[in-house]
């Protein structure tokens, strides 16, 4: 298969069904968006626009993303009957104390793209030369410590050892060793705290130096293992009703 780049979500579909990458990423076909993703949408924008307005110390009406509600459903076209959902999605973080670090808060919607290889025998030229592509919601610095903050909007809440293990994580890890430092030359931990809204759980996880490295062997694997899978096969789960190669994927055609 062809890539252009990674990011975590390409690395879990791939890991999970090489045939839904092949239709997403490969053959470029539209994905069908789950409801439930455009709400999480439409909640990552308030809070996004209030974090940016409390940073800037600008607009101060926009400070209380309960403000926001209706602007972002209209954006998203969210029907009205989901408009205590979303409010109250805001109100969990609000309550849990996402703002209260915001002092420290020195990006938002903070997007990176990183060369990480000479040695990737990719078989088309990546944009920029960059392997991994990504995008942090919220990005914090205390001395010489980074903590990158992520908002969840489903209800599902994985183990600290899941979080530790997913691909998100792994990538962040090695995307917030490679920005600069105003400072030392040198990056103290790396800690990820994920915002569950729906059940009003935080959940955090930390990871290294080490950890990063070992990562970046094993995506620059995985970005080989990618380009050389000929002939993506079927991994039927859960969440083929979600997917957009349903009709036509062999394991689930005939159902
Ligand atoms: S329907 Fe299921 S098994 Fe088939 S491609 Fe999609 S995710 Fe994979």
């Known amino acids: 298969m062809r890539i252009d780049h990674l990011s975590a979500s390409r690395i879990e579909t791939f890991l999970r069904c090489a045939l839904q990458y092949h239709a997403l990423y490969d053959l470029k076909l539209e994905e069908k968006v789950h409801p439930a993703a455009t709400l999480g949408k439409a909640v990552h924008l308030a809070m996004e626009l209030s974090t940016r307005a409390m940073v800037a110390e600008r607009h101060p009406t926009l400070w209380d993303p309960h403000n926001l509600v209706i602007p972002v459903m209209r954006r998203y076209e969210i029907p009205n009957g989901e408009r205590l959902r979303v409010w109250q999605l805001i109100e969990n973080a609000i309550e849990m104390g996402y703002f209260e670090d915001i002092d420290y808060t020195v990006g938002c919607e903070q997007a990176f793209s990183l060369?990480?290889?000479?040695?990737?025998?990719?078989?088309?030229?990546?944009?920029?030369?960059?392997?991994?592509?990504?995008?942090?919601?919220?990005?914090?610095?205390?001395?010489?410590?980074?903590?990158?903050?992520?908002?969840?909007?489903?209800?599902?809440?994985?183990?600290?050892?899941?979080?530790?293990n997913s691909w998100q994580v792994r990538c962040y890890n090695i995307a917030a060793r490679s920005f600069p430092l105003e400072s030392e030359p040198r990056l103290g931990g790396v800690k990820f705290k994920f915002w569950y809204l729906a059940s009003a759980r935080a959940v955090e996880v930390e990871k290294s130096a080490e950890d990063a490295e070992e990562d970046r062997i094993e995506l620059l694997s995985l970005a080989d293992r990618i380009i050389r899978c000929d002939d993506p096969q079927p991994n039927p789960s859960g969440l083929c009703p979600y997917c957009l190669y349903e009709e036509q994927c062999p394991a689930r055609k005939s159902k």
């Open 115 to 164: 060369f990480l290889s000479e040695n990737v025998p990719l078989h088309v030229p990546l944009r920029n030369r960059d392997l991994l592509v990504g995008v942090i919601d919220r990005l914090d610095w205390h001395g010489d410590d980074v903590t990158i903050h992520d908002l969840k909007t489903g209800k599902h809440i994985p183990s600290e050892r899941e979080l530790a």
